[in-house]
């Protein structure tokens, strides 16, 4: 699948923005999706999970009763609802679909596919 994200920006401390990502090409309905995101000087870390059926999600414990990822497989989209964002919040955030399951869900190298990437800045 091809991957693209839209929807970052730069917000204040508190902020909420949405991020999208669509997907083309088949088969995006069977594909767990996954976002994660790469601060400056950082490894790229693991951030919200859904299953293929959006049926389960997981989320990191920095981002857990703040984010929400959604799915839509009608329209071949991911989203991922960002309230009381905080400066440690700023990085680039990438969508990835995958086509493993769902025990790897936090794990970069089990993902097939990546968006180019959309900035999010959260100034204090």
């Known amino acids: 699948a091809q991957l693209v994200e839209n929807g970052g920006g730069v917000v204040h401390t508190g902020a909420s923005l949405t991020l999208s990502c669509a997907a083309s090409?088949?088969?995006?309905?069977?594909?767990?999706m996954g976002w994660f995101r790469q601060a400056p000087g950082k490894e790229r870390e693991f951030v919200a999970a859904?299953?293929?059926?959006?049926?389960?999600?997981d989320y990191a414990d920095s981002v857990k009763d703040r984010y929400t990822i959604s799915r839509d497989n009608a329209r071949n989209t991911v989203l991922l609802k960002m309230n009381g964002l905080k400066p440690e919040d700023t990085a680039v955030y990438y969508c990835?679909?995958?086509?493993?399951?769902?025990?790897?869900?936090?794990?970069?190298?089990?993902?097939?596919?990546w968006g180019q990437g959309t900035q999010v800045t959260v100034s204090s």
């Open positions: 990835a679909a995958s086509s493993a399951a769902w025990v790897r869900r936090r794990e970069l190298r089990m993902y097939d596919d």
């Open positions: 859904m299953s293929w059926s959006g049926g389960v999600s």
């Open positions: 090409g088949r088969g995006f309905g069977s594909y767990m």
